[in-house]
């Protein structure tokens, strides 16, 4: 479990969190409205690294270390959250998909989402 919590903070956080920043964090809370491609490209780079050993993980197993939930689920699964719109749209992680769906399924999982929820997007000054 340690072992993926390390791994998420070394690789999946930071790749996931190029997709926050420039999709969500800046529009919704600094009113930028256009990404850094630069930044996107590179975020995507990482991540295609980094979802292919993931899924390569889940494959087989319920929970990324067997068939237990542990805090290792919850930890990549928070660093996710944000990516998995603009980075998992389209790509064919199956694996990780439906381990997402599983966390999502957790009651608590679905309160915690709640209120988290990001704000709206800041209103243009005209």
Request: aromatic residues 10%; proline residues 6%; neutral net charge.
């Amino acid at each position: 479990m340690t072992r993926w919590q390390f791994w998420d903070l070394a690789h999946w956080h930071p790749a996931c969190a190029v997709f926050a920043v420039e999709y969500l964090i800046k529009p919704r809370l600094l009113g930028i409205n256009e990404p850094d491609m630069t930044a996107v490209a590179k975020g995507t780079e990482e991540f295609e690294r980094a979802a292919k050993v993931l899924d390569g993980q889940l494959a087989g197993k319920r929970f990324v270390t067997g068939d237990r939930l542990t805090l290792a689920d919850f930890s990549l699964g928070a660093g996710h959250e944000p990516g998995h719109n603009g980075a998992l749209s389209g790509r064919a992680y199956s694996e990780i998909k439906r381990w997402y769906a599983s966390l999502c399924a957790l009651p608590a999982w679905q309160k915690t989402l709640a209120l988290c929820a990001m704000p709206a997007p800041a209103a243009s000054a005209a």
